[in-house]
């Protein structure tokens, strides 16, 4: 239990914005030493991915996947590093794609994943040619490289995600050069079934970007967390609206309709909205906490933060909503999209095998019906109704939480978010409202840090997180 929550624990107050924090740490400061790693050489790190024991961090970077000593609580140590980049040729034919050589063609690892007990699997934009490379854990080398396309971006400036559930891999990413192509599919598919992905004839995703996923191992979903411009309100062109989709693990395609394709493909909106304000409609980050050993799984929680298409100034809001939630809107009624009119309607009748799993079966007629049925007429609303804090002044870009023990025998819910002027603001969750309780800079130039892990095994330690380097805003989405 770290001292700084007990501190808090006497001041509670009704407000739902965001006081200022309790304290402030300022770079380098010794009162609140903070464990950072960097290397000369090493640049653009974009995906973390800490091992099932917590003593390693493994690293994307540009060019490179790095592994780290994790285990001491005051140092971070480089244990191997791969090298991984596009060749001078690969380069060259990169920039006659009107790339630029330094900023485009390098290789950005973007999913980096365990996908067997001796293996990692990593997918980098390798000079505007997606590949992917599988590395051997234990000696850290690479045992093989291709190309691999429709598993991470081509652009290293576009936002991907992805999953690996028993050795398959689920990813949801852009699949083409202009990146204009979104697919959220299943590869490395197990025991002769067949990969995967979206259905082509309709557009299922609209500018979609992604940023978190979360499988659903109790009923065997796996959800992809996004915003897209929200076609269902035909009066505003470029309206934007945070979703969750959904597709089905062991989906595997319609027999005559829908082959290979998921059959159990929905989205639902996601709402953060304060009473009578303009919702928080761009979605930044989700992270997933596990409900408390012993609790329905249904008790899983996606905190998320938002920005708001319409600030004009920074402003953000954290929205949590419930697994329990999450599964009713894609078990309740859907709309039907008319392909004449382009229009959203309430789907009329009752079909009651919307947004099931185990369609593999069902009729051409059914899965017609699958094909155009596939968003909720439901809003994913979150707990509280509302956000549990908004924040006027910051751009909160990335949220990690943890369920941690005071003193006095409590739990609490701790919330690290990540500030677009490079500060980590760790907030407790009162049942009164969300506190700062400590803001701790991390990065002296204003900057997107771009991922966050926390290592629950350090004990006192809760903030010990790693962070991701820098991006500027604009060019990120
Ligand atoms: C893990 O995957 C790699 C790459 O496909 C393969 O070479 C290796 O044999 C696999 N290991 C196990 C234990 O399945
Ligand atoms: C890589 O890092 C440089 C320097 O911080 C930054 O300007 C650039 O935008 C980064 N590129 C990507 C793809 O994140
Ligand atoms: C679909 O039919 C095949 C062959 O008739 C059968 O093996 C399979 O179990 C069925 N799938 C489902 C989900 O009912």
């Given at each position: 239990?770290?001292?700084?929550?007990?501190?808090?624990?006497?001041?509670?107050?009704?407000?739902g914005?965001?006081?200022?924090?309790?304290?402030?740490?300022?770079?380098n400061?010794?009162?609140?030493?903070?464990?950072?790693?960097?290397?000369?050489?090493?640049?653009?790190?974009?995906?973390?991915?800490?091992?099932?024991?917590?003593?390693?961090?493994?690293v994307?970077?540009?060019?490179?996947?790095l592994?780290?000593?994790?285990?001491?609580?005051?140092?971070?140590?480089?244990?191997?590093?791969?090298?991984w980049?596009?060749?001078?040729?690969?380069?060259?034919?990169?920039?006659?794609?009107?790339k630029?050589?330094?900023?485009?063609?390098?290789?950005?690892v973007?999913?980096?994943?365990?996908?067997?007990?001796?293996?990692?699997?990593?997918?980098?934009?390798?000079?505007y040619?997606?590949?992917d490379?599988?590395?051997?854990?234990?000696?850290?080398?690479?045992?093989?490289?291709d190309?691999a396309?429709?598993?991470?971006?081509?652009?290293?400036?576009?936002?991907?995600?992805?999953?690996?559930?028993?050795?398959?891999?689920?990813?949801?990413t852009?699949?083409?050069?202009?990146?204009?192509?979104?697919?959220?599919s299943?590869?490395?598919?197990?025991?002769?079934?067949?990969?995967?992905?979206?259905?082509?004839?309709?557009?299922?995703?609209?500018?979609?970007?992604?940023?978190?996923?979360?499988?659903d191992?109790?009923d065997?979903k796996?959800y992809?967390?996004?915003?897209?411009?929200g076609?269902?309100?035909?009066?505003?062109?470029?309206?934007?609206?945070?979703?969750?989709?959904?597709?089905?693990k062991?989906d595997?395609?319609?027999?005559?309709?829908?082959?290979?394709?998921?059959?159990?493909?929905?989205?639902?909106?996601?709402?953060?909205?304060?009473?009578?304000?303009?919702?928080?409609n761009?979605?930044?980050?989700?992270?997933t906490?596990?409900?408390?050993?012993?609790?329905?799984?249904?008790?899983?929680?996606?905190?998320?933060?938002?920005?708001?298409?319409?600030?004009?100034?920074?402003?953000?809001?954290?929205c949590?909503?419930?697994?329990?939630?999450?599964?009713?809107?894609?078990?309740?009624?859907?709309r039907?999209?008319?392909l004449?009119?382009?229009?959203?309607?309430?789907?009329?009748?009752?079909?009651?095998y919307l947004?099931?799993c185990?369609?593999?079966?069902?009729?051409?007629?059914?899965?017609?019906?699958?094909?155009?049925?596939?968003?909720?007429?439901?809003?994913?609303?979150?707990?509280?109704?509302?956000?549990?804090?908004v924040?006027s002044?910051?751009?909160?870009?990335?949220?990690?939480?943890?369920?941690?023990?005071?003193?006095?025998?409590?739990?609490?819910?701790?919330?690290?978010?990540?500030?677009e002027?490079?500060?980590?603001?760790?907030?407790?969750?009162?049942?009164?409202?969300?506190?700062?309780?400590?803001?701790?800079q991390?990065?002296?130039?204003?900057?997107?840090?771009?991922?966050?892990i926390?290592?629950?095994?350090?004990g006192?330690?809760?903030?010990?997180?790693?962070?991701?380097?820098?991006?500027?805003h604009?060019?990120?989405?």
């Amino acid at each position: 239990m770290a001292p700084s929550v007990l501190l808090l624990l006497g001041l509670l107050s009704s407000t739902g914005s965001l006081p200022p924090p309790r304290t402030s740490f300022l770079l380098n400061s010794a009162d609140r030493p903070l464990v950072l790693f960097s290397l000369p050489d090493v640049h653009n790190t974009t995906t973390l991915l800490l091992s099932d024991d917590g003593s390693t961090l493994y690293v994307g970077a540009r060019d490179a996947i790095l592994s780290l000593d994790v285990s001491q609580s005051d140092i971070i140590h480089l244990k191997k590093k791969v090298e991984w980049s596009p060749s001078e040729s690969e380069i060259n034919e990169c920039q006659l794609k009107g790339k630029n050589a330094e900023v485009d063609c390098p290789n950005f690892v973007r999913v980096l994943q365990p996908i067997n007990s001796t293996h990692l699997y990593a997918c980098g934009s390798y000079a505007y040619t997606p590949h992917d490379a599988y590395i051997d854990a234990e000696s850290f080398s690479m045992v093989q490289q291709d190309e691999a396309k429709g598993r991470c971006p081509f652009s290293p400036f576009q936002r991907n995600t992805a999953i690996t559930v028993d050795g398959e891999l689920f990813t949801a990413t852009t699949t083409d050069l202009r990146g204009t192509k979104p697919q959220i599919s299943r590869h490395f598919s197990k025991d002769g079934r067949p990969d995967v992905s979206q259905d082509s004839s309709l557009s299922l995703l609209h500018e979609p970007v992604f940023v978190s996923s979360s499988l659903d191992s109790s009923d065997r979903k796996l959800y992809f967390f996004f915003s897209e411009v929200g076609k269902e309100f035909s009066f505003v062109d470029e309206l934007r609206i945070a979703r969750v989709a959904q597709v089905c693990k062991d989906d595997v395609g319609g027999r005559s309709t829908l082959q290979k394709k998921w059959t159990s493909f929905a989205k639902a909106p996601l709402l953060c909205q304060s009473h009578r304000q303009l919702p928080f409609n761009v979605l930044q980050d989700v992270f997933t906490l596990q409900p408390p050993e012993g609790t329905d799984a249904s008790e899983t929680l996606f905190y998320a933060a938002f920005t708001s298409q319409w600030s004009s100034g920074p402003e953000s809001a954290v929205c949590v909503f419930k697994l329990q939630d999450v599964r009713a809107a894609f078990t309740e009624s859907y709309r039907t999209f008319n392909l004449l009119t382009h229009q959203w309607s309430p789907q009329l009748g009752k079909h009651s095998y919307l947004g099931k799993c185990g369609l593999d079966n069902a009729s051409d007629s059914e899965l017609a019906e699958v094909k155009r049925s596939f968003l909720t007429s439901n809003s994913v609303k979150p707990v509280g109704v509302g956000p549990l804090a908004v924040s006027s002044g910051q751009q909160y870009s990335r949220v990690a939480a943890m369920r941690t023990q005071a003193a006095d025998g409590k739990q609490y819910t701790v919330l690290f978010l990540l500030t677009e002027s490079g500060f980590l603001h760790k907030v407790v969750l009162l049942n009164r409202g969300a506190h700062i309780i400590e803001e701790i800079q991390v990065f002296t130039q204003p900057q997107l840090v771009k991922n966050i892990i926390l290592s629950p095994s350090k004990g006192p330690h809760p903030s010990k997180a790693a962070f991701e380097d820098r991006i500027r805003h604009s060019r990120c989405d």
